[in-house]
């Protein structure tokens, strides 16, 4: 079972980004062509595109030619940028995150300091880790 798990929106968010990055030649590929690629749903695909762009990570263009493209260059797309775009902030854990008041809180290893260190540090991992990365260890 996995530690880490991204949400199926940025994981697929993610994916989407990629896609688009090989097919980088600075013009707009069509949602139909990404979600006929990918596998996703095109409605799916769709929000995802719609909110990525609205963070800057994307261009669109609307019409015949129109589409999605990389909004900056792959070395200045972080996984932490595209995470956040589509999920908000990151939280490693669901208490972090969760309006209620924990009722283990006072017991608990993962609150205050762990909690603190562990998002720091997974987050600067994730800053420092780009899109470019992401396709490199793809190739290999």
Not at 27 to 41: D, M, N, T, V, Y
Not at 71 to 76: A, V
């Amino acid at each position: 079972k996995a530690m880490f798990n991204l949400s199926s929106k940025s994981d697929y968010g993610l994916l989407l980004l990629s896609l688009l990055a090989k097919k980088q030649k600075n013009q707009f590929i069509s949602l139909s062509e990404i979600a006929g690629e990918s596998g996703l749903p095109h409605a799916f695909v769709s929000k995802i595109a719609s909110q990525l762009a609205k963070a800057g990570l994307l261009k669109s263009k609307e019409g015949a030619m129109g589409g999605y493209k990389l909004g900056k260059r792959p070395q200045d797309i972080s996984v932490a940028l595209a995470i956040e775009a589509l999920d908000g902030p990151w939280q490693p854990t669901k208490c972090e995150y969760n309006d209620e008041v924990c009722s283990h809180r006072d017991i608990c290893p993962m609150t205050d300091n762990w909690q603190k260190n562990l998002k720091e540090k997974m987050w600067k991992v994730m800053e420092n880790f780009t899109l470019k990365d992401l396709l490199s260890s793809n190739l290999s």
